[in-house]
Nanobody, 125 residues
Framework: DVQLQASGGGLVQAGGSLRLSCAASGFTGDDYAIGWFRQAPGKEREGVSC????????YYSGSVKGRFTISSDNAKNTVYLQMNSLKPEDTAVYYC??????????????????WGEGTLVTVSS
């Protein structure tokens, strides 16, 4: 079974940075995608950034493009989300997700079927 564990959330002032980590296990091969999603209070969950290991496609939502960077350390089976220039509107619970049949393009990220526990990011103004 795929297991995902997100960490690294916390409280930061606007303009600051945080790096989230997602420890992943249970994958076989490289034919899967992994990504970060978030859900703010009273709002629907949205995709933040995703990466497809099979073809290298990367997705960033318009609201984070240029500020957030997704990366991976394959030796550690860990995916990171570096978040810079944080804004109060980035406040949310952030989730790590993965899928062997997910679709990742520069314009979308869809179809994750394994989800980890969330980590709370709070950006104060």
């Amino acid at each position: 079974d795929v297991q995902l564990q997100a960490s690294g959330g916390g409280l930061v002032q606007a303009g600051g940075s945080l790096r989230l980590s997602c420890a992943a296990s249970g994958f076989t091969g490289d034919d899967y995608a992994i990504g970060w999603f978030r859900q703010a209070p009273g709002k629907e969950r949205e995709g933040v950034s995703c990466f497809d290991y099979s073809d290298g496609y990367t997705y960033y939502s318009g609201s984070v493009k240029g500020r957030f960077t997704i990366s991976s350390d394959n030796a550690k089976n860990t995916v990171y989300l570096q978040m810079n220039s944080l804004k109060p509107e980035d406040t949310a619970v952030y989730y790590c997700a993965a899928g062997s049949r997910a679709l990742v393009l520069p314009s979308l990220c869809h179809g994750m079927d394994s989800w980890g526990e969330g980590t709370l990011v709070t950006v104060s103004s």
